[in-house]
């Protein structure tokens, strides 16, 4: 997250080498006055359409992702818990991911990840933590996790709050997709910037009451940003923003290459890089439930 006074630095030489009707010939164009409906078409069209999403399956996504810097462990701990396997980490999880950690602190650590994703709400992650595969399986009602790093290789199942949160992700389906049908109520809120860039701030009420915001960038009418699901750090819940860049096509759809996640209260923020997309690959049922012992 850049600081104000490197914000102020940079503009300081962006204003010595460049003349200023060059800059405000740059500027983004204010965002045009559309309505939350015209806002939601417009997006929709930009992720590719939804006939096209309606064609997709089941999806996987294979990259690295960010999990802390050297000097930052116990920061690292409640990330990868997050993340990965949606829980507070304790206190021998924070020694097992210090015991895992890297001596160069000038970047952060990065762990293999392979996310697979089916409909209607099934998912598996998988993360390579400490030369051991962490998994966790949702089978659209119910998870369990397995974390061989901590040496506890029985699947144990979510608890209530950790299904709750599951079950209200998203999964393959844009949250502004066939809106009205899942009972979402929208709401245009306003227009800011997000990095740099005017969006609209898009309020949504689902049907069972909880809000989310998402931030539609007024030129490409992409989801820059939206609000993730609440975590709870030190004892607290704290807001969790994620930025989306690097859209790219892939079999028609769009999708975001680079997902960087930031909460509320805490400087470091995390990068999920996605090297490669397979849309509609071949996933058996059985990778979404609890192995049979």
């Known amino acids: 997250m850049r600081s104000s006074k490197g914000r102020w630095f940079l503009g300081g030489l ?125 089978d659209g009602t119910n998870g369990w996790m397995t974390r061989p790093y901590l040496n506890r290789d029985d699947w144990e199942p979510f608890s209530p709050e950790q299904a709750k949160e599951q079950a209200g992700q998203a999964g393959l389906d844009d949250p502004l997709f066939d809106y009205a049908a899942k009972g979402t109520k929208v709401e245009l809120e306003s227009v800011e910037p997000v990095e740099t860039h005017p969006a609209y701030k898009l309020k949504l009420t689902m049907k069972n009451g909880d809000v989310q ?15 993730g699901t609440p975590h709870r750090m030190d004892g607290r819940m704290h807001t969790v923003w994620v930025y989306q860049r690097d859209f790219r096509t892939v079999q028609g759809v769009v999708v975001p290459f680079v997902l960087e996640t930031a909460v509320d209260g805490y400087r470091d923020t995390h990068k999920m890089v996605i090297d490669k997309v397979a849309v509609n690959p071949k996933l058996a049922d059985t990778l979404f439930v609890k192995p049979q012992a």
Request: net charge positive; charged share 20%; glycine share 6%.
């Open 14 to 138: 962006v204003g010595l080498y460049f003349p200023a009707a060059l800059l405000a010939a740059e500027k983004p164009p204010p965002a045009a006055k559309l309505s939350a409906t015209q806002v939601i078409e417009k997006h929709v069209a930009a992720r590719g359409g939804q006939q096209a999403w309606h064609g997709v399956q089941s999806m996987s996504w294979n990259g690295k992702m960010d999990v802390g810097f050297a000097d930052s462990t116990a920061r690292s701990a409640r990330y990868v818990s997050g993340a990965a396997m949606a829980h507070t980490p304790s206190k021998r999880e924070i020694l097992a991911l210090e015991a895992a950690k890297k001596p160069d602190t000038a970047k952060q650590t990065q762990l293999p990840f392979l996310l697979e994703m089916k409909r209607p709400n099934k998912s598996r992650f998988e993360l390579e933590f400490a030369g051991k595969t962490a998994v966790q399986v949702y």
């Open 213 to 227: 915001h998402i931030w539609i960038d007024a030129q490409s009418f992409l989801d820059v940003k939206v609000e």
